[in-house]
């Protein structure tokens, strides 16, 4: 399936014969290739639950697993919201790839007011805020983000960041 380049396949053989956990374990393997190939099966199909072993990965000697691994946590919070917040995500990344800030600071907020836990929301929004010089704004983003993603939750002013 790799070599097919058959992600739809791979992510297919996975689901049905592989758990997180099972994959997780493939981390700690002394062999590099089974290292990189955990590292992209957790990037398809890894939970919040395969941070922290993937985030071990970044310290890793190969560099192909260090950039396998940032690949995958990159992929786990990408689609770390609901369905319809991932989507707004993803359109708003898009905007930021055509430099469109108020666009994709607009679909950030809709991901935010659809799934206000979705910590990737916030730090997209932030990155958006800090392009357009507006500093403050992409702190208190950074801020709801790490609160978010360690899962403490504080009270902060505005509609978009309520929990």
């Given at each position: 399936?790799?070599?097919?380049?058959?992600?739809?396949?791979?992510?297919?053989?996975l689901k049905s014969r592989w758990t997180a956990e099972q994959i997780v374990d493939l981390l700690k393997s002394r062999h590099c290739d089974a290292r990189k190939v955990a590292a992209l099966a957790l990037g398809r199909v890894g939970g919040a639950c395969c941070l922290g072993p993937l985030s071990e990965q970044l310290k890793d000697p190969d560099p192909v697993v260090n950039e396998m691994a940032e690949h995958a946590l990159w992929s786990i919070w990408f689609r770390s919201g609901n369905c319809q917040a991932n989507h707004q995500l993803a359109k708003g990344a898009q905007a930021m790839e055509r430099q469109d800030l108020t666009?994709?600071?607009?679909h950030f907020t809709r991901a935010i007011e659809i799934d206000p836990k979705f910590a990737e929301a916030y730090n997209q929004r932030a990155i958006a805020h800090y392009l357009q010089e507006q500093f403050d704004d992409?702190?208190?983003d950074c801020q709801r983000t790490v609160g978010r993603a360690w899962g403490i939750v504080t009270p902060t002013?505005?509609?978009?960041a309520r929990r």
């Open positions: 399936m790799l070599a097919k380049q058959d992600l739809a396949g791979l992510l297919q053989f666009e994709a600071i607009a992409s702190i208190a002013k505005g509609a978009s």
